[in-house]
T-cell receptor, first 118, second 110 residues
Framework: DTGVSQNPRHKITKRGQNVTFRCDPISEHNRLYWYRQTLGQGPEFLTY????????KSRLLSDRFSAERPKGSFSTLEIQRTEQGDSAMYLC????????????????FGPGTRLTVL | EDQVTQSPEALRLQEGESSSLNCSYTVSGLRGLFWYRQDPGKGPEFLFTLYSAGEEKEKERLKATLTKKESFLHITAPKPEDSATYLCAVQRRGGNQFYFGTGTSLTVIP
C-alpha cells in the first residue's frame, strides 16, 4: 500500500474554467475527506464520505464545488467556473473504520493538488 | 463554535534546545485531538491522537499531552530535521469534521 494518492499534483487554469481532481485513498479505508488549505492556514474541511455516501458538506462550500465517490473507492472533486479565490492546495485524506471504535481513527493525507487560477 | 488556536505562530530553536507548542481548543464534547507535521508543499503527516485528559503519547523526540482545554507538543533536544509546521486538529463527538488550527512553524537551527 503506497498511501493516499492525488492527481494531478499541480493544476493551472484560467478563471471560469472547470477543473476536476482525483483522490485514491488507502485501500479498504472507507472514510474519505476533502480539505482546502491556503498559505499560512490549516486545512479547511470541505466534505466527507463514508463508503460511497457523502455524509457531510461544509456550510462554506460553494455550489460550484461537487464531489463524488462512486463505488466507495476513488473520489473526485470538481470545481466549476473557477475563481481566483479558489487558488489553494486541495488535500484528500482517508481513514479506516476501526472495529468497535467508530470514528476513532486517524486521517492519512495525500500530497495534495495545488490549484492556481489565473 | 468549535475552535482551535495554536501558539506560537513561529518558533526558532537552536539544535538541542527543548520547547513546547500549545494547542488550545473549544469543542462541545471532544472525540479526539490530533497532531500532524507538515513539510512545505506536502500533505500533513499524522503524529499522534489523544482521546482523554491526562493522556500522553511519545514518538522519538516528540511527546504530546492533553488536558480538558489544551494540548502540548513537547520537543526534546530537537534536530534540524524536526523543522516543519506542526498542526493540531480536533474532532467533536458525534461529528465527522476535523477542525484544524493554523499551525506552528518550527525552525531548528544547527
Amino acid at each position: 500500500d503506497t498511501g493516499v494518492s492525488q492527481n494531478p499534483r499541480h493544476k493551472i487554469t484560467k478563471r471560469g474554467q472547470n477543473v476536476t481532481f482525483r483522490c485514491d485513498p488507502i485501500s479498504e479505508h472507507n472514510r474519505l475527506y476533502w480539505y482546502r488549505q491556503t498559505l499560512g492556514q490549516g486545512p479547511e474541511f470541505l466534505t466527507y464520505f463514508q463508503n460511497e455516501a457523502q455524509l457531510e458538506k461544509s456550510r462554506l462550500l460553494s455550489d460550484r464545488f461537487s464531489a463524488e465517490r462512486p463505488k466507495g473507492s476513488f473520489s473526485t472533486l470538481e470545481i466549476q467556473r473557477t475563481e481566483q479565490g479558489d487558488s489553494a492546495m486541495y488535500l484528500c485524506a482517508s481513514s479506516p473504520r476501526l472495529g468497535g471504535t467508530a470514528g476513532r481513527s486517524e486521517q492519512f493525507f495525500g500530497p495534495g493538488t495545488r490549484l492556481t487560477v489565473l | 463554535e468549535d475552535q482551535v488556536t495554536q501558539s506560537p505562530e513561529a518558533l526558532r530553536l537552536q539544535e538541542g534546545e527543548s520547547s513546547s507548542l500549545n494547542c488550545s481548543y473549544t469543542v462541545s464534547g471532544l472525540r479526539g485531538l490530533f497532531w500532524y507535521r507538515q513539510d512545505p508543499g506536502k500533505g500533513p503527516e499524522f503524529l499522534f491522537t489523544l482521546y482523554s485528559a491526562g493522556e500522553e503519547k511519545e514518538k522519538e523526540r516528540l511527546k504530546a499531552t492533553l488536558t480538558k482545554k489544551e494540548s502540548f507538543l513537547h520537543i526534546t533536544a530537537p534536530k534540524p530535521e524536526d523543522s516543519a509546521t506542526y498542526l493540531c486538529a480536533v474532532q467533536r463527538r458525534g461529528g465527522n469534521q476535523f477542525y484544524f488550527g493554523t499551525g506552528t512553524s518550527l525552525t531548528v537551527i544547527p
